[in-house]
Nanobody
Framework: QLQLVESGGGLVQPGGFTRLSCAAS????????IGWFRQAPGKEREGVAC????????NYTDAVKGRFTISRDSAKDTVYLQMNSLKPEDTAVYYC???????????????????????WGQGTQVTVSS
């Protein structure tokens, strides 16, 4: 069974940092574009950051630019979301998602269309509060 598993998160103070991890079970993340999404209470799920299957391209939503960094470690078959300078408005359940490799799209990732992602994790809670 193909699954994504997120880890990390928890309770963080404003201005603090944390790192989320996304790992796969049942398949390897090689060449999959990976996206991080979040859903705050009462709000729709939104794209936060994505990284292309080749690892050479990333996109971020404006609200996190300069604070969050997405990266992938092929040796560990894991994608990370480093979250710095956290704000209370970053509080949400964070999900990672994987898009099956498409040869012509290996250098791209899509952040504003969630339906292109084929596999989703169960989510991990990040709460930013003092």
């Amino acid at each position: 069974q193909l699954q994504l598993v997120e880890s990390g998160g928890g309770l963080v103070q404003p201005g603090g940092f944390t790192r989320l991890s996304c790992a796969a079970s049942g398949f390897t993340l090689d060449y999959y574009a990976i996206g991080w999404f979040r859903q705050a209470p009462g709000k729709e799920r939104e794209g936060v950051a994505c990284i292309s299957g080749s690892g050479g391209s990333t996109n971020y939503t404006d609200a996190v630019k300069g604070r969050f960094t997405i990266s992938r470690d092929s040796a560990k078959d894991t994608v990370y979301l480093q979250m710095n300078s956290l704000k209370p408005e970053d509080t949400a359940v964070y999900y990672c998602a994987a898009m099956e490799p498409v040869l012509l799209l290996l250098r791209l990732c899509i952040l504003n269309e969630q339906t292109v992602y084929d596999y989703w994790g169960q989510g991990t809670q990040v709460t930013v509060s003092s």
